[in-house]
């Protein structure tokens, strides 16, 4: 590794790393000016950032030209894991973010350790025993150890990051359950036909929860009323009571046995429409 002078304007930061809060950079900035800068920003050789965003954007915000920089000889597996180690330990990520990172980071660090697969099995059909190995931590060992968490905790966190496509995660982005991890459960349970559908509601603020998204689905899911049907029961409702009135007032039975095979010849016609739709 080696420190370099690069220019500010060449150097590249990856499409997933967070937005800089502006209020911090402005700390940075009135601290560089005061004290200068402690730390070098960190990038690749071909100068795509790894560490640092919100130096680098207090250099550009002072309108200087150049940063000091260590130059790291990582290749992009590397490169993209120590990108995703510094938005988690550096920047406050929303649920979603976390459990997204958590999912590609173990993509990597498992391409990087197969082994750690082999011995992460074998280690849950021993009851859970960790590797004395350090270099031999699972995954979910290696990211408990750094974030400050369980493995426990990493493991439900990837789960939910596997189980929601890219797609859905961005429409869900700025939406109420992007940074509540119960939502996010609920949403990843779901096929992702559903999870796209619930997405869009959340996405558009017609519902706030998973759970309010799912019922108003099942609502406008419900078998239409025929109303035909409606029609036949109110004319059915209507001639029972004019029967039974007319057969308590009237004497003409012939009457009074027409009404009545009125009504039966509805029953029978509701009867058998709903035999024909089931």
Known sequence: MKTLDVPIAKVKVGPNRRMPDPDKVK????????????????????????????RLEAYRMLGRPKIPAIVHDLDDLHTELAEIDENIARSPLTAME???????RKE?????????????????TQGGKKAKDPAAASFAEDTAAKTGTSPRTVQRDVAIGQAIPDEIAELIKDTPIADNKRELKKLARLEPEEQKIVAQLLAEGEVA???????????????PVDPSDMLRQMVEKALDTWFREFDDRASNKLAAA???????????????????LR
Do not use: C
């Open 27 to 54: 700390v940075v900035a009135d601290s560089i000016l005061e004290i200068g800068l402690q730390n070098p920003i960190g990038v690749t050789k071909d100068l795509r950032l790894i560490h640092g965003r919100n």
């Open 98 to 104: 976390q459990t997204k990172a958590f999912a590609r």
């Open 108 to 124: 990597i660090y498992e391409t990087l350790h197969p082994e750690t697969k082999t011995r992460t099995k074998t280690a849950s």
């Open 209 to 223: 929860t998973v759970s309010e998204a799912i019922t108003s689905q099942d609502e406008l899911e419900q078998e």
């Open 258 to 276: 027409v009404l009545q095979e009125m009504a039966r010849s509805l029953r029978e016609s509701s009867r058998l429409s709903d035999e024909r």
